[in-house]
Nanobody, 116 residues
Framework: QVQLAESGGGLVQPGASLRLSCAAS????????MGWYRQAPGKQRELVAT???????DYGDSVKDRFTISRDNAKDTVYLQMNSLKPEDTAVYYC??????????WGQGTQVTVSS
């Protein structure tokens, strides 16, 4: 089993920045890709960004050039730096990790609200 603990959400104004963190614990040996997804009210969960253990990244179209995902393999932690936040970025952000046998693990989510 892998447990994921997210932190860093909050309420910010448009144009501001936030940094999310997600630390994995438990059976983290040979942990696979880690990433972030988000879900806004009334919408489906969507990809924000993912990163493999080797550092290969993928981003959702709506966050490219504004968000940056990074990873510290020694700490089993993934980060999401969010710049130039927009009201449409408001959502619950979920951390995801793929375990050594391909299992998908999810965090409990952290709320990000962008509003003036």
């Amino acid at each position: 089993q892998v447990q994921l603990a997210e932190s860093g959400g909050g309420l910010v104004q448009p144009g501001a920045s936030l940094r999310l963190s997600c630390a994995a614990s438990g059976n983290t040996i040979r942990l696979g890709a880690m990433g972030w997804y988000r879900q806004a009210p009334g919408k489906q969960r969507e990809l924000v960004a993912t990163i493999t253990s080797r550092g290969n990244t993928d981003y959702g179209d709506s966050v490219k050039d504004r968000f940056t995902i990074s990873r510290d393999n020694a700490k089993d932690t993934v980060y999401l730096q969010m710049n130039s936040l927009k009201p449409e970025d408001t959502a619950v952000y979920y951390c995801n990790a793929v375990g050594r046998f391909g299992n998908n693990y999810w965090g409990q989510g952290t709320q990000v609200t962008v509003s003036s």
